[in-house]
């Protein structure tokens, strides 16, 4: 798919991460914010990248501003119970980490999985200035995840599994540590045409969210291959982006970007 090895690719990405985290984390000495606006970076137009994707109700339910890096609101259509456990796999500022802890209830439990040291750390600091206390934030990565087998009872994640070189880990990953019966319910990004040489090559792209997208149907395939049933597009849609960006331009317009969310489970 592209010449870049997983290693480039994946520094690429964390430091490109790191660094919208630490412009996003309060300090006397933040450097002023120079990011490339992408389909997974904030919006540097009047309105946010969060109120575009979030109804008014569950931003004013958080009483604070958490930046959000998605593409969709899984958490919208993944219909969590109260005291369920969910799973978030990159999980950024924590925005939906935070929806969905208000969703399962004190007596539920939100974990956030994310790569970057930095996205971690200000989750925690997010999560504290919330007083949210059934939520906690892991570093690790999602090929390989830091959670019990059979432990999770949904797991959701947004425009972030586009970003592997070795998807089928990840939802290889994502089936061992759901329990029988549990969910999948992402938002991503897709194409609906091949992409392309100049733009998986392009490391800007990566970040962007753009070069790592598949074909929807070989997305949906390798959900099917691991095992999961009951698969359901739940929506299909122009990706959500800020400013001038890489998913608006005329070469990738041609290739049918798509976001999508998909709902998915384990068998009984």
Request: net charge negative; aromatic share 4%; with cysteine.
């Amino acid at each position: 798919m592209t010449k870049r090895s997983a290693e480039e690719i994946k520094k690429f990405v964390r430091e490109r991460y790191a660094e919208i985290a630490r412009q996003h984390t309060p300090s006397c000495c933040a450097p002023p914010s120079q990011e490339t606006s992408t389909c997974c970076s904030p919006s540097a137009q009047g309105t946010s990248l969060a109120q575009r994707l979030y109804s008014k109700e569950e931003l004013d339910a958080l009483s604070a501003d958490i930046t959000s890096l998605g593409c969709g609101n899984p958490v919208a259509v993944s219909e969590l119970q109260p005291a369920e456990v969910v799973l978030d796999l990159g999980s950024g500022g924590g925005l939906d980490c935070f929806l969905a802890a208000k969703s399962v209830s004190p007596q539920g439990k939100v974990i956030g999985l994310d790569m970057t040291t930095e996205m971690i750390q200000l989750a925690r600091a997010n999560a504290k200035k919330l007083s949210m206390e059934n939520v906690e934030f892991r570093l690790g990565e999602m090929e390989h995840m830091p959670i019990e087998s059979d432990s999770v009872d949904v797991v959701i994640s947004n425009c972030v599994i586009n970003l592997s070189l070795d998807k089928d880990a990840v939802f290889r990953e994502i089936f061992r540590v759901l329990k029988a019966g549990g969910r999948l319910c992402v938002s991503d990004i897709v194409t609906h045409g091949e992409l392309p040489v100049e733009v998986r090559e392009n490391l800007e792209q990566w970040a962007g969210c753009v070069a790592g997208a598949l074909e929807e149907k070989v997305y949906l395939d390798k959900i099917r291959a691991v095992g999961f049933i009951g698969l359901e597009v739940a929506g299909v849609s122009p990706p959500v982006c800020g400013g001038e960006t890489a998913c608006e331009s005329e070469t990738l317009a041609e290739n049918k970007i798509a976001s999508i969310t998909v709902k998915a489970r384990k068998p009984k």
